[in-house]
């Protein structure tokens, strides 16, 4: 896999999203962010990777933003167990693997990246997002990639509606990549 600046190297396993390799939906959403500058990052600052997996959105995080500490979130235990493995085989440090109840709730984030668990239902989907973006930094950004068949365009109506300003970034390949705004 091409990280932003390089070559990752990533194993996965049955029991994870993607077992089989790097999703068409995550591709699309690091295909369009190495195009996408966004708004500057500062060193220092908290990014997140939401339902990470073997850790192809959080390590692409960790190395394009080398000075910044990444999240990499999930509540699946060999999900957690592979992205570790798969940071400490490419070199980065500056990623910390947790359980989503062992996030610090003070803790703010610059930006979200997130392929997001569409599948686990409506409702469990709309919490968790709830629950993320109110944790968006004042000026943070989170990047959700959604594939349009599965409800990409209801659910930026749906974020917009609870004040996260969101927009279409890109569409390609049956996948929308939405922008959300913190609440101002």
């Keep these: 896999m ?15 999203f993607a077992q089989h390799g790097l999703d068409k939906g995550t591709s699309v959403l690091l295909e369009v962010m190495a195009k996408h500058d966004g708004a500057p990052i ?12 073997s850790g192809a959105i959080a390590l692409t995080l ?7 500490t990444v999240y990499a979130v999930d509540t699946n235990q060999r999900a ?26 003070s803790i703010r984030f610059a930006a979200v990246w997130s392929n997001p668990p569409i599948r686990i239902g409506k409702s469990a989907l709309h919490d968790l997002l709830e629950l993320w973006l109110a944790r968006l930094d004042t000026g943070g950004t989170a990047y959700l990639v959604v594939n349009k068949n599965l409800g990409a365009d209801s659910l930026s109506e749906w974020m917009t ?19 959300v705004k913190a609440q101002s």
């Design 2 to 16: 091409t990280g932003t600046d390089g070559e990752l190297t990533l194993s996965t396993d049955a029991g994870v």
């Design 161 to 179: 509606g609870l004040s996260y300003p969101t927009t279409r970034l890109a569409s390609r390949n049956g996948f929308r990549v939405l922008e």
């Design 42 to 53: 500062t060193p220092g600052s908290f990014l997140c990777d939401i339902g990470c997996g």
């Design 80 to 105: 957690r167990d592979i992205c570790r493995e798969n940071a400490t085989r490419n070199g980065l440090g500056n990623i910390v693997v947790s359980a989503p109840e062992e996030v610090d709730p």
């Design 62 to 68: 960790a190395v394009r933003y080398p000075k910044c």
